[in-house]
């Protein structure tokens, strides 16, 4: 067999401790979390589990063996095979029918049993158990326990006479793990004054205030908003979804002393003219001190990405501030984006969507390390070092029967910690934009500087 160490980390492999912030039970806040119950998957390493448990006991004290249930159960079941000493079960309640036995299986008044626990921690469930096997005038001497959580267990059961061995403690697996690299030095010591009964206090990482992320920004775009959200106290990009140039440049001039950024659609527009939609807009832009974000969603090669960007009727490189684009094409695709910010599409709000957790996490890979990157768009938490643009969200409804989800202001701020919430048909749909806008521009600053 391998080293005890060795075989330690190929148990650890399937998942049995996890580290970060678990409530237990019993509301207590702990470090960790054990569930041995994935070591009975792996046969090979249950079979190896038995014979440790097997090695450390005086194997001709016991007639039976019982393992407490269920975690313990196949393990108990294990040890019997490696053995040949006979198997016994506990029932966790006695049946309702026929004979009441708690214990199932062939044994004799006056047995000896290896009782067989997966995870020791006060102990007081073995207590319980104990009696329910001694009532059926079986001897329980000895306790074989696989991870012993150190907190008073083995110590309760000896102060009661039973001899009590573990194969493995808390403490000596966050020391294997600790030098392979799998703890850090805080999350050790954070264990063991858990351990010392010490309640560990979780600092609740906060969230950063619009400020904080001002003095890191580089990017003069990803600056220029966080300036304009400080300023106007707002953290709303209105969507101007419309289809007349009339209709956009009456909207904005509304919604613009409300707003950081107006994201356009501009190929929805169906009198686009570059002098009478553009040069206005631009005007607007100024006037209300607003940003032009234009929801170009690009996603081909970088040369053609390039042509899009800057040929056409459009011209897109002429007058927005910054466009969204798709990450699919890869890193060199962005790199076309040179005078403007890029927010990449990490995740979309509707159903059904394909932007599966892997496709999110690669492009969040080439969204963070591409320097035309400011931000994403995504319906989950991004690093705080990217700004945070969530549509999908509306006060009123839950969805528009077309496969779009929505989110309230306070559940994107409290949950995803966003930036910057973006709102379409909720403001231009609105009977009065102007003040539909101001609603959303205080519940987005309210939630925001509640999750702060
Ligand atoms: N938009 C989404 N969800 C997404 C992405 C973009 O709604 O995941 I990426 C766009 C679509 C529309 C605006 O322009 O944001 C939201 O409009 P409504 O608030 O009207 O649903």
Known sequence: MESKKEFFLECYKLGIIKFGRFTLKSGIESPFYVDLRPLASDPKILKHLANYLLDMLPLDNFDLICGVPYAALPMATAMSLESYIPLIIKRKEAKDYGTKKMIEGIFTQGQNCLLVEDVITSGKSLLETIPEIENEGISVSDIVVVLDRQQGGKELLESKGYRVHTLFTIS??????????????????????????????????????????????????????????????????????????????????????????????????????????????????????????????????????????????????????????????????????????????????????????????????????????????????IPEELLLFTPGVSIAETGDGKGQQYNTPEKVFADLQTDFIIVGRGIYKADHPEAAALNYKIAGWNAYTASL
Not at 279 to 291: I, R, S, T, V, Y
Not at 329 to 346: E, K, P, Q, T, W
Request: hydrophobic share 40%; with cysteine; net charge negative.
């Open 172 to 381: 000596e697996v966050c020391g294997m793990l600790k030098e392979e690299g799998h703890l850090s030095n805080d999350e050790v010591l954070r264990i063991s004054d858990f351990l010392q009964g010490n309640e560990v206090k979780f600092e609740d990482k906060k969230r950063l205030s619009y400020a904080q992320k001002l003095d890191v920004a580089e990017h003069s775009v990803a600056r220029r908003l966080l300036e304009t959200a400080i300023a106007k106290q707002t953290n709303l990009i209105a969507s101007a979804d419309v289809m007349t140039t009339a209709e956009l440049l009456d909207l904005a001039d509304k919604v613009g002393p409300h707003i950081v950024a107006l994201k356009t659609h501009i190929d929805i527009i169906t009198d686009f003219d570059p002098d009478s939609t553009i040069l206005p807009l631009k005007d607007l832009a100024a006037k209300h001190n607003f940003m032009l974000m234009e929801d170009r969603k690009f996603a081909d090669i970088g040369n053609t990405q390039e042509l899009q960007f800057s040929y056409g009727i459009y011209k897109i490189s002429n007058w927005a501030d910054f466009v969204t684009s798709q990450v699919i094409g890869g890193y060199d695709s962005l790199n076309c984006f040179r005078n403007v910010g890029v927010v990449a599409i990490l995740g979309m709000s509707s159903k059904g969507t394909l932007t599966d957790a892997a496709y999110q996490a690669e492009a969040l890979k080439v969204a963070q390390s591409h320097p035309n990157v400011i931000g994403g768009v995504s319906q989950k938490q």
